[in-house]
Nanobody, 119 residues
């Protein structure tokens, strides 16, 4: 049974930083791409960042490029999202997702963690 558990969300000021973590079980993240996606109530899910199973270079949505960094620790089976220079428009629920291509080909989802950025 695949489980993805996100943590690290919370309240941050504009310009601040947060680091999201995703603990995976039931799946080896070294064998699959992984992504972070986010959603604001009443809006569609937005793909934020992804990483393919081979290599460590991430792919990013234009809205977060240069500010967010996706990384993983295969030994710990953990996925991370370092978010710097946060903006109020980054406010959303963030989800850790298995992703076959690392570019939005979603599989299993976590429960999400809320990020709120104050202006």
């Amino acid at each position: 049974q695949v489980q993805l558990v996100e943590s690290g969300g919370g309240l941050a000021p504009a310009g601040g930083s947060l680091r999201l973590s995703c603990a995976a079980s039931g799946v080896a993240i070294s064998g699959t791409g992984m992504s972070w996606a986010r959603q604001v109530p009443s809006k569609n899910v937005e793909w934020v960042a992804g990483i393919y199973k081979e290599g460590s270079e991430g792919n990013y949505a234009n809205s977060v490029k240069g500010r967010f960094t996706i990384s993983r620790d295969n030994a710990k089976n953990m996925l991370y999202l370092q978010m710097n220079n946060l903006k109020p428009e980054d406010t959303a629920r963030y989800y850790c997702v298995t992703d076959r291509t690392g570019r939005g080909d979603y599989g299993f989802w976590g429960q999400g963690t809320q990020v709120t950025v104050s202006s």
